[in-house]
């Protein structure tokens, strides 16, 4: 049985100048590589990242040598493939180790044979498994977010978290291992007109602009509807604010809807 209803879209997420959440919405991934020695390493590996299509290689790419990692974000308009990671990391000639990913979602509690917790994109319905490890700090985490689930289902609002942990499996059947996570709070949502939004790459200049304001938690864009959302903490938005950055990405605001929301929080 899966607790918590879902009417009403309202996905939260600290930008990080992406669109359209899938798969969970992974938002930033962390991956460890053994073997990494001087800064051609760090430039072959950066490189082959880069070559993903998931990669966001206009937003801050990591490579360390010292801590032996590339940090990298995510497209969520992509779905995340740990095979193709670890695939162009053996390519640049080293060894994938753990891979870490932070993702934000809808968290539903799945009754059955051993109850579980899944993360499930709002827009996809796509979705991924969140499980413990032998581990106290992590077993607290996931037992707490099980709790936090139960806790506020019954206010019917979708229990919307940002959650990071260790992936573990290969293929679509990968899934978390917990290892923090925190409920996402908004105080509206704005849905705009935009356009015209010619391409997916007109989305990402505009959800880029919305990013930079202070009061923005999460954008997206749809270049198909000429539409976009923006989820913000205030419930009294500033829409001069909104408006100005997306005319100074080159796009019209044609018209404005702004609706007060509340997502539930411990």
Known sequence: MIVGRMAKVALAVLVLAMVGP???SVERVIVYVDGMACPFCAHNIEKRMKTLEG???ETAFTVSVEKGLAEL???????????A????????????????ITAVGTV??????????QLVSLKTRRSFGLESAERVDRLESYAALGKYVLATAEQNEPIVARVSGEVVGEGPGWHLILHQWQPVVFGAEIVLSVGPLACENCSVRVVRALGGLSDAVHAEADHEEDRVRLWTRSAQPDLDAVRRAIEQAGFKVNHVHV????????
Do not use: C, M, Y
Not at 73 to 83: R, S
Not at 85 to 100: E, K, M, N, S, Y
Not at 108 to 117: D, F, P, S, Y
Not at 259 to 266: L, M
């Open 22 to 24: 899938s798969h969970g």
């Open 85 to 100: 990671v670890r695939d162009q990391i053996r390519r640049a000639g080293f060894t994938p180790a753990a891979i870490l």
């Open 259 to 266: 609706e007060p929301t509340e997502n539930a929080s411990d």
């Open 73 to 83: 974000a995510w497209k969520q308009d992509v779905q995340f493939d740990p095979d």
């Open 108 to 117: 539903e509690r799945i009754e059955g044979e051993g109850e579980r917790l």
């Open 55 to 57: 990669v966001d290689a």
